[in-house]
């Protein structure tokens, strides 16, 4: 077994863990902590507090009913979920799924599948590596900015919905990507709060990718480098 771990004492209600390499079966359970790896992958149930896990090179589920979760370097998958706090992934080399009931979601680069959903939070994914296989962005928010970095001869079918209910504040989509950009200048009461939209859709290349952006009260940036 070529394990290396480091529980880090808990300051302020965060776990610190660092597994590289794990081939066999490994679990710690303090009450409040679960943390189980099987054949390398990295498991993490908390019923509070925050988590930080430096490297996953065979996957992490990691969950939280409340705190920030960080992860530095994830490879095959990560799927990390909190009721509160936000979600930092450094470094992904296969599907991301990020969920945060209040928080943002950054994925500094990832060449992967990806999606992330917060209830009120900016999104700030870097999508990275040429794009042979389907690799599926989506990105949610019901109150943020979204912004999103992909290659530019990243094939993709791109849809944009931003909703704004603010009066005092123009949003916008930010895109040079050639989409067809509609704005509705009327008001919709259908759904309770006035609201109005702004939609963007078109492909790029083969159109072999699916990016979805929806949020409200918040910009949505779309970068090709």
Known sequence: MNLRKTFAPIMAGALAVVLAGCKG??????????????????NITRMGGGIDVGEAPHGATLTTMGGGIHL?????????????????????????????????????????????????????VREVGTSTVERDIELTSKGGTIELTVPKDFPMEVRILLESTKRDRDFQIEQHAGLEVRQTNEWD?????????????????????????????GDVILRQE
């Open 25 to 42: 079966p490994m679990s710690f359970d303090d009450g409040i902590t679960r943390v189980k790896a099987e054949s390398g992958e990295v």
């Open 72 to 124: 530095g370097s994830v490879a095959e998958f990560a799927k990390a979920t909190t009721m509160g706090g936000g979600i930092d992934i450094d470094r992904s080399t296969g599907r991301v799924e990020a969920t945060t009931m209040g928080g943002g979601i950054t994925i500094g680069t990832a060449n992967g599948p990806i999606k992330a959903s917060t209830m009120g939070g900016d999104i700030k």
């Open 189 to 217: 009461n259908s759904e309770g709060t006035p609201r109005r939209y702004i939609r963007a859709a078109g492909r790029v290349g083969s159109g072999l990718n699916q990016v979805t952006i929806k949020t409200i009260n």
